[in-house]
């Protein structure tokens, strides 16, 4: 939908300044695990909405940009700066605080008008170029970057 594709590409474009490598490809993989649960479970959301069960809530998350900086220090420090760092592994996860997952990347804000699909595609289309041109840098051959580059395209291609 317009949406989902919107949300994407919002989602993507911050993660355009995060530095390449392992580090990018980490954010890309979370992001992308982010999304697919987003989306799993708004399904189920609705499928119980329109069943009408009052002790189901909607939760909606939103991220902080505030926290982009730090969080994205804390990413690179553990990494390091070394050559050690193409070996670390890319493992996205969700991360739950108090029953409710919280999104390091995901960005889902209220849309208060309806999107034209073809510009919202024809964007994302525009921030997808420049996200597949980051994964050229000689820091993203490592065999452990290249299967998580692997995995993104796969998650993208869905």
Known sequence: SAEQCFFLGISLAPLLHVQNGPQYVRALAQLMEE???YYSTQSLTKSKNQGFDDDFEINSHFFNFNNLNSFHDSVDNSFGNNSE?????????????????????????????????????????????LVYRKFVD????????????LKVDDQVKR
Request: proline fraction near 7%; hydrophobic fraction near 40%; aromatic fraction near 16%.
């Open 138 to 149: 000689p820091s993203s051959t490592a065999s452990g970057v290249h299967e998580a580059i």
């Open 35 to 37: 999304f697919h649960y």
């Open 85 to 129: 760092s193409s070996n670390f592994p890319i493992k996205p996860s969700l991360i739950k605080k108090d029953k409710t997952i919280v999104y390091e990347y995901l960005q889902t804000p209220n849309v208060a008008c309806n999107l034209d699909y073809f510009e919202v595609l024809f964007s994302l289309f525009d921030i997808l170029i």
